[in-house]
């Protein structure tokens, strides 16, 4: 191919593509937002409330800014769905609190809640799926997926934002976790890193199905378990030890491991 030929391709590809906001606008949006919510992320210091109020409007603009770049998204709906979303960040703000206090209680390393909101990888990416997730139920296009995709990359903790997970969420640790479209978690759940709820089949034409695992209230997943399919259901209270590889359903309050049969050899 010549490169004329090459670069009248990639000019109609350009002319072709649909209206995205640039992920360094999206990150703008939650660099903002994520201060004002949390003192520990902020260096600034607010001498009244209209100036933690200018803030917040700031984070609404570059929420509009963004949204307003989605040229498949009615216009019509930026206002009612930057409307709606203020209005549940009380909600979704409390939410996290329940996450950031159940890390704390439960690494024994945690010093502190801010200590946790501040430096905890799985913090930071519970929340951006939280943000996410409230925008993907309002039916917002690619800016759920792009703010995902932020916090993958700053974490390794890979979270779908159409998955649905309940409150005092506690990843440990982090990397490597992958939490599938139509995953759905309980209360008060423990994934350490490594852990997969994935599909067990990745055909297209599953896309509209549920293809990923259901965990019940209380479980414990433990570093590199996988856990696969949409029927596949972990009973409230159930222990998944590490490098479990699961596809089938277990009852409540089970105890799933591996028993491997290890060798120590004296070496001279």
Do not use: C
Request: charged share 20%; glycine share 8%.
């Amino acid at each position: 191919m010549s490169e004329n030929k090459f670069l009248n391709e990639l000019f109609q590809a350009h002319n072709a593509k649909a209206g995205l906001p640039s992920t360094f606008l999206v990150q703008s949006f939650i660099d903002i937002l994520l201060p004002v919510l949390f003192p520990a992320y902020s260096n600034k210091i607010f001498s009244g409330k209209d100036e933690l109020k200018m803030e917040l409007l700031l984070s609404k603009k570059q929420l509009l800014a963004a949204l307003s770049f989605l040229e498949s998204f009615p216009k019509t709906e930026i206002e009612g769905v930057i409307k709606t979303f203020y209005e549940e960040l009380p909600v979704l703000y409390k939410l996290l609190l329940k996450d950031a206090e159940a890390i704390e209680a439960g690494d024994p390393a945690a010093k502190s809640r801010d200590e946790v909101i501040r430096s905890y990888p799985g913090f930071y990416a519970i929340a951006i799926y939280r943000i996410a997730n409230l925008l993907h139920r309002l039916n917002v296009p690619f800016i759920p997926r792009i703010l995902t995709e932020i916090a993958h990359s700053k974490t390794g903790i890979d979270i779908h934002p159409a998955a649905t997970i309940g409150e005092s969420f506690f990843i440990d640790h982090g990397t490597g976790i992958v939490i599938g479209e139509t995953t759905h978690i309980g209360n008060h759940v423990k994934i350490y890193q490594g852990v997969t709820l994935g599909a067990l089949s990745v055909n297209k034409s599953m896309a509209q199905t549920k293809r990923h695992p259901t965990i019940m209230d209380n479980v414990v997943i433990y570093a590199g378990a996988t856990i696969l399919g949409g029927n596949t259901v972990i009973g409230e209270g159930s222990v998944i030890g590490g490098n479990v590889w699961l596809t089938e359903s277990v009852s409540a309050h089970s105890m799933v491991y591996h028993k491997p049969q290890l060798n120590v050899e004296q070496v001279r």
